[in-house]
Every structure is written in structure tokens, then in C-alpha cells.
């Protein structure tokens, strides 16, 4: 389990270090597709005037991996390029819901995100798991 501190010196470290990707910036728009470090796939289907998101997401790894599954969420442009993007699934056959709020970066077309996954269980010590998640363009 990540501490807080965990999670914002890896968030930290990654925009320090990370290097400039060779691909070219893309849009979060109806249509758009994009990729996580592990291979799990965010699609947006429909934005709306008012920022909300839908779509599917399809995770690479643990539970349900490979199935797709509905995806809401909001983006809002910042007013020089970037922007704020928030997103949710809920795994139903994981009994889990995920929630990813982040950056998007308009210059590589990526967005930084942490992520909290809570178990739809009675509460425990280990009911919520923490990380982040960087998303590139597909």
C-alpha cells in the first residue's frame, strides 16, 4: 500500500525525469484513444459541451483485464493548453471502483494521473489502493 508521500515524490520524479515523447501531441476528444505504462486502454467516445466524458477502459492487468468497461468522467481545458481530466470505472466483476484525476499536458499529448482503487467490501486496512498512471496517445 502507497503512502501519500510515496505517490507524490513518484508523480514528482516521473514529470522531473521523464523525456520528451516522439509522438505528436493528440486531443482529448470524442474518438481519441490512450495508453497507460501497463498496457490498459482509455477510449473516449463522447465529450459534451460542459466537459463530461464518456467511453470504455480496458485494463492489461488484475481482475477483468482485457474486458472493456464503462468510463465517465470530465475534462476541462485550461485557458493556455493542459487542462484537468477526471475519470471513473467501476469493475463490477471486481466488486471495485477506480477513480483517476490528473493533467493533461498539451504540449506531448500526455496526461499524469493518480489513481485510487476501492473495494466495494465492508471496510478494511487494505479496502483502498493508491498509484499513478501516465497516459499517452494510441
Same mark, same amino acid.
Given at each position: ?18 523525456? #520528451? ?10 474518438? +481519441?484513444?490512450?495508453? /497507460? ?7 473516449? #467516445?463522447?465529450? $459534451?459541451? /460542459? ?15 482485457? #474486458?472493456? *468497461? *464503462? ?11 493542459? &487542462?484537468?481530466? #477526471?475519470? +471513473? ?6 466488486? +471495485?471502483?477506480? +477513480?483517476?484525476?490528473? *493533467?493533461? $499536458?498539451?504540449? $506531448? ?16 486496512? /487494505? &479496502?483502498?489502493?493508491?498509484?499513478? $498512471? ?5
Amino acid at each position: 500500500m502507497l503512502n501519500f508521500r510515496s505517490v507524490i515524490g513518484a508523480v514528482a520524479a516521473v514529470i522531473v525525469l521523464g523525456s #520528451t515523447p516522439s509522438y505528436s501531441a493528440m486531443e482529448l476528444t470524442a474518438g +481519441s484513444s490512450w495508453v /497507460n505504462e501497463l498496457g490498459s486502454v482509455l477510449t473516449i #467516445t463522447n465529450v $459534451d459541451g /460542459n466537459g463530461l466524458m464518456t467511453g470504455s477502459y480496458v485494463t492489461n492487468v488484475g481482475c477483468s483485464a482485457g #474486458t472493456p *468497461q *464503462q468510463m465517465t468522467g470530465f475534462f476541462y481545458p485550461g485557458a493556455s493548453g493542459g &487542462g484537468a481530466i #477526471t475519470f +471513473s470505472v467501476y469493475f463490477q466483476n471486481c466488486l +471495485s471502483v477506480t +477513480s483517476w484525476s490528473g *493533467q493533461y $499536458d498539451s504540449t $506531448d499529448g500526455s496526461f499524469q494521473t493518480l489513481w485510487y482503487l476501492t473495494s466495494a467490501s465492508p471496510p478494511v486496512w /487494505n &479496502g483502498i489502493a493508491a498509484g499513478t $498512471d501516465l497516459f499517452t496517445p494510441q
